[in-house]
């Protein structure tokens, strides 16, 4: 059963764009949704994290969105950039913070020059 | 460099073989995760441990084992190796554990792959 549904897979975006990756959760007791960017040949790194008692939360050209009726959250880069080229991956969990991360499967953003 | 230190980068072995994948923790972390990243299963968690004792256990193999030494360091033993096996392994660690931390971040090494031929 995954837990974390990620969408797209892939995405190509032109630079200057906004790259729209989306999440989608079942289960309620997820309190903490980190999001992860890899490069390749490194490990994941966080890039920013959304508590659900916000509905937004905004990272210089980074923003989370949530929506917690519909248990989906969103990561928004605007103003896409080459170096921005990565693969994403959203989590969850319950408790609060790092233990018991489910990822999504990941998708892998190519911007575009 | 995130402070996470894993060895060996890469590693080839023949299906039935037994290997110990190493992790140095950052300085200062207590908690020590194990993920497995494969192509169709994303990034999957094996295993936790905190200041050596085991925290929490994820889809973790009997196959496969770990633990956390004295001096925090961690090691994931995987024995009776299968093709399916082949992927990258990686380690994780972060300071605390639980609701101990308002903002308790796993910070991750940059992997060992392993390839089971």
């Known amino acids: 059963q995954q837990q974390v549904k990620q969408s797209p897979q892939s995405l190509i975006v032109q630079k200057g764009g906004i790259s729209i990756i989306n999440c989608a959760y079942e289960?309620?007791?997820?309190?903490?949704f980190p999001w992860y960017q890899q490069f390749p040949g490194k490990g994941p790194a966080l890039l920013i994290a959304i508590r659900p008692d916000v509905s937004e939360k905004k990272e210089g050209r980074f923003t989370i969105s949530f929506n917690k009726s519909a248990k989906q959250f969103s990561l928004h880069i605007m103003d896409s950039q080459p170096g921005d080229s990565a693969t994403y991956f959203c989590a969850a969990s319950s408790g609060g913070g790092a233990d018991g991360l489910t990822f999504g499967k990941g998708t892998h953003l190519i911007i575009q020059p | 460099d995130s402070g996470v230190t894993q060895t060996p980068k890469h590693l080839i072995t023949a299906t039935g073989q037994r290997v110990t994948l190493r992790c140095s923790p950052r300085?200062?972390?207590?908690?020590v995760y194990w993920y497995q990243q494969s192509l169709d299963q994303g990034l999957q968690f094996l295993i936790q441990y905190y200041n050596g004792e085991e925290r929490a256990k994820g889809n973790i193999l009997e196959r496969f084992s770990a633990q956390q030494f004295p001096d925090l360091h961690s090691e994931l033993n995987l024995s009776s190796l299968e093709l399916g096996d082949s992927a990258l392994y990686f380690c994780?660690?972060?300071?605390?554990?639980?609701?101990?931390?308002?903002?308790?971040?796993?910070?991750f090494g940059a992997g060992s792959r392993l390839t089971v031929l």
């Open positions: 300085s200062g972390d207590l908690s």
């Open positions: 289960n309620t007791a997820f309190d903490y």
């Open positions: 994780a660690s972060s300071l605390k554990t639980g609701r101990l931390s308002g903002a308790n971040v796993l910070t």
